[in-house]
């Protein structure tokens, strides 16, 4: 199993933009789908953004309203998550998360549910 360490977060106004990353160790990113998710307040996590080199997918939650672009650097081990035109509804923790990439696709790894493997995660705060 991979492990995250997540970061880029931060204190950002409404329409503001912020670029978070993902630094993976544990195995080569290169066999997983690599997501990125969020925890609100009083929420469950939920799947942001998903990517797979296997089959080339991403997935987007319908939130994301092309807000936000999903990017990975397996060389460097490191996925991206770049935030435009961000809004308070998007204040959470933000985390990754993998499952292998045989077993899986962008799409189910956004949409799954059970994960247990969490980092610490990045804050993500967005004021009015």
């Known amino acids: 199993q991979l492990q995250f360490v997540e970061s880029g977060g931060g204190l950002v106004r409404t329409g503001g933009s912020l670029n978070l990353s993902c630094s993976a160790s544990?195995?080569?990113?290169?066999?997983?789908?690599i997501g990125w998710f969020r925890r609100a307040p009083g929420k469950d996590h939920e799947g942001v953004a998903c990517?797979?080199?296997?089959?080339?997918?991403?997935y987007y939650a319908p939130f994301v309203k092309g807000r936000f672009t999903i990017s990975r650097d397996d060389a460097k081990e490191t996925t991206y998550l770049m935030m435009n035109n961000l809004e308070p509804e998007d204040t959470a923790t933000y985390y990754c998360?993998?499952?292998?990439?045989?077993?899986?696709?962008?799409?189910?790894?956004?949409?799954?549910?059970?994960?247990?493997?969490w980092g610490q995660g990045t804050e993500v705060t967005v004021s009015p």
């Open positions: 998360a993998s499952i292998p990439s045989v077993i899986s696709t962008a799409q189910n790894v956004c949409l799954m549910t059970g994960y247990h493997y």
């Open positions: 990517i797979s080199n296997r089959d080339q997918s991403i």
């Open positions: 544990g195995s080569s990113l290169h066999s997983y789908v």
